[in-house]
């Protein structure tokens, strides 16, 4: 892979801290700041640029085994003897191939590597002629993709456009913390959610699957989203004023006399535990692992009045009030949540033991435990947001990722998925808080050729220092990674070509009241 020897984006990024309107001009960084209210301001950078070094070309993909047929292959990346096969494959059939090493960068909990090699054909000038390639490759009896190879991740020169607010709370009377539409399990646009709330600015936060935010969710001191266990997220108080990056664990019990059990998620799918790192039996695995859907046939999983109306299927559930009385039994899920109180769903031999457990008129007490990497207790106060995103990028001043404790280096053989996602450029949405105390959300767009490449994990915890982050945090990205504010609407250029996507949740800037 190639760089170039333009400044590193964060060098570049640095000169923005203190005096966005007199940074570096030309090519490099052309900043341009204005006021979205008082205390509220947004820079938008144009970093990098486009050379001759950036061009089309057709990623062939490699089969999972040595023996694996090609024209099924899905793997991006693989060992050196099996890209070494497709290769040979490819000049017998008249094709000139490159096989190319792709290394992991180092992160903190995981030393730089090699992750594996690809195989490549070709240089085009254009997507069109990249896609004519790769036509040829299929008929030739393989498979692939295209790539516009300054999207590789290696490239600290790649252009890039960076959308920055800024919030200065000793001006800004109002508050910053996130909000979702009328149901949790459903999807707003971040523009609708700004109008409905009257915000001056916004960006997206969690990822959204299965008609759930995934990860950790407390919102105004009540949990109402599952926990990874143990990844990373941010804890907002004061209103936005404090944020704090850290792992965070949760323990929902449930507890009917003298008896206990732990519940297994809150507002979710029962059985279905996207992002992993659930508890209880959980397969593959109990650790994080990003993009990623585990399975578990015996769970018990809380509904509060955030959700809406909850799935319905076979099982048991009971109905609570809000002081934990048991309002309904039922032999099957799907009764509706009381205002201000719950209900848990059960499946499989957790079905049995909710049924063997719960009488009408009785009282079940659920209690909850969050705690950080260091095992002290959160306080669920009103005051508190905690937001399970990830991974970190920025940890007491700096750059620290913990990219296998998070789940965005993938367990296995088949590094596809790192590749894509944590190595290669995506467009990112951040959120940090800098020395001054300035509350910074952050979305650099991506995936658009010539205008705006995006920025692989390493090169995005570099950026948020650069721009003077202490505590740094990665937000759902890619097509989702949308910016607005009140006076001008969506203000970056949202990958998807239908534009802004409806999301689960967003911060949102908000004035005083």
Known sequence: MYRKALPALMAVASLLVTSP????????????????????????????????????????????????????????LGPREIADRVAATLREKGFEPRVEQVDLPAFADRPAGVLG??????????????AAGLARIKAAGLTGGTRYTAQDGTDAGAPQRVHVLRVDFRRFRGTVDT??????????????????????????????????????????????????????????TQGGRRLEADAYTAHVTLRAGRDTIEIDGVNR?????????????????????????????????????????????????????ARG????????????????????????????????HAAVGARLTVTERVEDSRGRR??????TTILQVGPTLVRDGRVSVDAAADGVIRDGADQTFTYNWTVRANPRSMVGLDDRGRLLLVVVD????????????????????????????????????????????????????????????????????
Not at 124 to 130: I, L, V
Request: hydrophobic share 40%; charged share 15%; net charge negative.
């Open 269 to 321: 799918l029962p059985g279905e535990i996207w992002n992993c790192g659930g508890v209880g039996g959980d397969l593959p695995t109990e650790k994080p692992q990003h993009d990623f859907k585990c399975t578990d046939p015996s769970e018990l999983v809380r509904f509060t009045p955030e959700w809406g109306t909850p799935p319905s299927g076979a099982g048991a559930e009971v109905v609570l009030d």
């Open 117 to 130: 090699w690809v195989v490549r054909v070709g240089r085009y000038a254009t997507a069109t002629d990249a």
């Open 378 to 383: 959160v306080p669920l106060t009103p005051d």
């Open 325 to 356: 009385r048991v309002l309904a039994v039922n032999g099957t899920r799907g009764a509706a949540v009381p205002a201000g109180g719950s209900t848990v769903q059960a499946i499989g031999d957790s079905a049995d033991w909710l049924l063997a």
């Open 21 to 76: 309107a007199t940074a570096a001009t030309g090519t490099t960084a052309s900043p341009d700041t204005v006021d979205v209210a008082p205390g509220v301001t947004l820079t938008q950078l144009t970093l990098g640029a486009k050379n001759d070094d950036d061009f089309w070309t057709v990623h062939v993909y490699l089969p999972a085994t040595i023996d694996g047929p090609l024209n099924r292959a899905a793997t991006a």
């Open 446 to 513: 991506g995936r658009q050729d010539g205008y705006s490449e995006g920025l692989g994990i390493a090169r995005a915890a570099e950026l948020m220092r650069g721009l003077g982050a202490v505590e740094a945090m990665n937000l759902d990205g890619g097509g989702s990674s949308v910016m607005a504010t009140a006076r001008s609407g969506i203000v970056n250029r949202p990958s998807d070509a239908t534009g802004q996507r409806a999301l689960g949740n967003v911060l949102l800037v908000r004035p005083g009241r």
């Open 179 to 236: 909000d979702f539409g009328p149901t949790l399990s459903g999807m707003e646009t971040l523009t609708d959610l700004m109008a409905s709330t009257g915000a001056v600015a916004g960006v997206n936060a969690q990822w959204f699957l299965n008609s759930s935010p995934t990860g950790l969710y407390v919102k105004d001191g009540r949990l109402i989203g599952s926990a990874t266990q143990g990844r990373g997220g941010i804890r907002i």
